[in-house]
DNA sequence: GTGTGACTATTAGTCCGTA
DNA sequence: ATACGGACTAATAGTCACA
């Protein structure tokens, strides 16, 4: 991106760190949830800890691998 | 991987439709949100039409432009 | 069970047009 | 004002070995 104006980092990091919550809340590993959601698994953690920049699609794998709405992890 | 073991695409019509309605809502052109949220115009149309997997920092951005939680494009 | 750096292939996102 | 291309660059997807 070439405009780094406003909101650059933060939203990763809350969505990464509303996605562990939400997955912890199932008692599911990171590993069972790329499972799931046919991501790899380092990516999984790469994403809870706010370092990667996931694409809608991805939400959208995730949130119904722990049967939640996409909305919800961006709460 | 498993490209197609879970439904996708229909994710990106849905949001780009819902982008279109909360912007109409507010009397915004493609070209005023696209300036207001920093993207190009044309990725505005292309995302509304749901041709772009957008990725989260985008979708965030948006969503500001528009003074609306990002949770709201997704539901 | 998770974090991280490195890596390649794919795509997100831009900028230029045309209609 | 919007749709739709082409060409381009930067960033993401996805994987792996190792910590």
Redo the contacts between chains.
Sequence with gaps: ???S????KD??QA?GRRLAELRKEQGISQEQLAYM????RSYVSGVERGQR?????N???LA??LQL????L??
Tied chains: 1, 2.
């Design positions: 991106m070439k405009k104006s406003i909101p650059p939203p990763l969505f959601s046919g991501v790899a920049n996931i694409s809608l699609i939400i959208t794998r119904e691998a709405p996409a909305s919800k961006l709460e």
